[in-house]
Structures are given as structure tokens and as C-alpha cells.
């Protein structure tokens, strides 16, 4: 270990308790470095309701948080960000946690103007817009000078950087490849599948697929009548989903709940009672809710592209090409609710070894950097 702590900030646009991937990836493996006593931890994140403590301190974990505008907005600035992410001698690294909005690109800025080392994960995603997916590449392409001067660049699955290292125009840049953990706590005693039960988590967008379950479950309940569907997430798109849902003839087949993001407890049990797991977004990078449904041995039906696309090839995950028909999309969810339980489950990552990988990549830069 060595003599003190190596000092890191990691900038992230959102953070807990704002719901997603990232804010879960940044909350898991900041918490679990802090531990080891070879890192002291700060996140920087944007606090768009401006009503959030400023800094607090949460298992070991410094947080701060800067005032963001416009308020409702998935586009936003936030100038505090460079304000701190500057401070020259402040910090021995820099980690920008995302590329999909101006919050990492300020902290690039900041950062080597300050002369600070920094690196990136790049936590690519997608829209429900067409036309702000369309834009993505032409970002990439734009923040490329930025990631190429980067200290380190991370990737959280071989799809995504093998998709930033061509359009991002990276060369022979090196990517290291660190996937989510997925490891959840152990289910509550008694908690059994409830029969017929598809459980579909993410963010309420279009671009999240939730409503391609509601589609196929009418077919699915002709297969099985205890058919019921549980969408866990929040999000702009619930009333679209519930008029969906009641144009379908399943709306008393529907619930849609939302679980508060650090309680892990009640989404193992969640996860745990489902018969399927639906993952049917049109783009994630490597989906945090499904490694978690895999750590807790439930059989997912997703969608055969990007990061589970990448899951699909490995066997983790039975996947769905693109287009297919609603009535096709329930013959698969039934095939997989039939299936027995595995007798062993698949060796996945865990936020521990995420974490601990991400951790030799912060040392192996503190080292370059004396050397």
C-alpha cells in the first residue's frame, strides 16, 4: 500500500438517488475502493433539483454536488463541475464516468488544463430520439482528441470498445474492458418464482423496449393464463406504457413500481420472483439489471444487440433479432419460464472484481505518471 491514498475524483453527470446503470456502476465500485484504503474517493456529480446536500459523506465516499440547468432536461450544463474537477493539485486523477453529455468533457477540460491525469469510462447509451442517436457518433468523433489524450480508457464490454475505438476515430489507443458487476445480496429467506411473473427493469424510454413485453403479453397468457408482467423503473414514458398496456387488454396485467436505487435487498427479491427477465432495450452497453437477474439464476429473453447482443453470443442470455414479432417474442418468453432453474450458476463479475480491476488501472496511471 502505498504511503497515502491515492486522491481521485470521479465526475458522473447523475448519481444516487437518481436511478440508473451508471449511477448504480459509480455508487458500487467508488464504495467498494474507498474500502481497500488505497484510494480516497470523491464523486462529482450535478444536482439538477438543486436541493441536495452539497457535500456529504457516504460509506467513506465524498460527494459533491454542483448546480446543474435546465432543470428538466436529459441535456444540461453544470460550469461548478469544471470549477472542481481544476483545482490544480487537488486530486492525482481524474475519472470521468460517461461521454454522453457536456459533464465529462468539462471535467477533460478541466483536468488538463490543471495538468491532472485523467481517464474515462465510457458508459455509451442509448435514445428514445432518433435523431439524438443519430447524433451520438458525430459526439464521439468530437470528444475523440479528448479520450486520446486520456491517461486510461475503460470500456464495459468488448462491443463498446470495439464501437468507440472506430468511431471515436482511437487508433491503436489501448481500451481496457472492466464489465458490471452484477452481484446482488441473497434473496429473503422463503422467497420462491412466482409463476408467470416477466419482470422488466430499466428507465421508462421508448429505447428501453418495455413496451415490446407489453405486446407479446397477450400471446404469452394464452400460453400461460398466470401471465402477468412487472416493469420496475421510472421515467418519462409511463403514461405511453399504460396506454399501451390498456390498448392491449393487459392493464390488469401490468404493474409498473419503481424500488429505491440503494435498496438491494428488495430488487434481489424482485429478480428473485421472477419466472423471466425481459431485457429488450435497443442499446446497452453491458445491462446492469441483467447481470444482476444472471447473479440470482433467473433466464433472461433479450434483445440480440450491442452490449446484450455481446451476452446473447456467450450463452448467457436467449436473444430476440430485432423486428421479431410479438407473438414470436412470447413463444420465447414461455420457452424460457418452462425451463428448470440451473443447478450451478455462470461465473459472472462481481463489483468486487469490477472494482478491483478498475483499481490497478488507477495505479498503473499513478505510475506511468511518476515514472
Not at 446482488?184 to 428501453?208: A, D, F, M
Not at 418519462?236 to 424500488?259: K, N
Request: aromatic share 4%.
Amino acid at each position: 500500500m502505498s504511503a497515502s491514498p491515492l486522491r481521485v475524483l470521479m465526475a458522473t453527470a447523475r448519481y444516487l438517488p437518481d436511478m440508473g446503470g451508471i449511477e448504480m456502476h459509480v455508487d458500487e465500485v467508488s464504495r467498494h475502493l474507498a474500502k481497500s484504503g488505497e484510494f480516497e474517493i470523491t464523486v462529482l456529480a450535478t444536482d439538477r433539483s438543486r436541493s441536495r446536500p452539497r457535500r456529504e459523506v457516504i460509506d467513506g465516499v465524498t460527494v459533491l454536488r454542483v448546480p446543474a440547468w435546465p432543470r428538466h432536461r436529459d441535456y444540461y450544463l453544470a460550469p461548478g463541475i469544471a470549477r472542481v474537477a481544476g483545482q490544480r493539485d487537488r486530486w492525482d486523477l481524474v475519472h470521468c464516468q460517461g461521454i454522453h453529455t457536456p459533464v465529462p468533457v468539462l471535467a477533460m477540460l478541466a483536468a488538463r488544463r490543471a495538468r491532472t491525469p485523467y481517464m474515462v469510462t465510457f458508459h455509451t447509451g442509448g435514445h428514445s430520439l432518433r435523431h439524438r442517436n443519430a447524433l451520438r457518433t458525430v459526439q464521439w468523433r468530437a470528444v475523440g482528441p479528448l479520450l486520446r489524450g486520456a491517461a486510461a480508457l475503460v470500456a464495459v464490454s468488448h462491443f463498446e470498445a470495439d464501437t468507440l475505438a472506430a468511431r471515436a476515430y482511437l487508433g491503436s489507443k489501448p481500451i481496457t474492458v472492466i464489465r458490471n458487476g452484477g452481484t446482488l445480496p441473497p434473496p429473503p429467506t422463503g422467497t420462491n418464482v412466482i409463476p408467470g411473473r416477466i419482470v422488466s427493469v430499466g428507465r421508462l424510454e421508448h429505447y428501453k423496449g418495455h413496451h415490446r413485453v407489453i405486446e407479446a403479453l397477450p400471446d404469452v397468457i394464452t400460453g400461460n393464463p398466470e401471465a402477468h408482467l412487472v416493469i420496475i423503473g421510472r421515467g418519462p414514458y409511463e403514461d405511453e406504457l399504460r396506454v399501451s398496456a390498456r390498448r392491449h387488454g393487459v392493464a390488469d396485467r401490468v404493474t409498473i413500481t419503481q424500488l429505491p436505487p440503494a435498496d438491494r435487498q428488495a430488487m434481489a427479491e424482485a429478480m428473485a420472483e421472477a419466472s423471466v427477465i425481459a431485457a429488450m432495450s435497443d442499446y446497452e452497453a453491458h445491462p446492469v439489471a441483467v447481470m444482476e437477474a444472471l447473479s440470482v439464476g433467473r433466464p433472461v429473453v433479450g434483445y440480440d444487440v450491442a452490449g446484450i447482443g455481446e451476452l446473447v453470443a456467450e450463452g448467457l442470455v436467449e436473444g430476440v433479432t430485432p423486428g421479431t414479432p410479438a407473438s414470436v417474442v412470447a413463444k420465447q418468453l414461455l420457452e424460457a419460464m418452462a425451463r428448470p432453474a440451473p443447478a450451478t450458476l455462470p461465473e459472472l463479475p462481481t463489483w468486487n472484481t469490477s472494482a478491483e480491476e478498475l483499481g490497478q488501472v488507477y495505479l498503473e496511471t499513478a505510475r506511468n505518471r511518476r515514472n
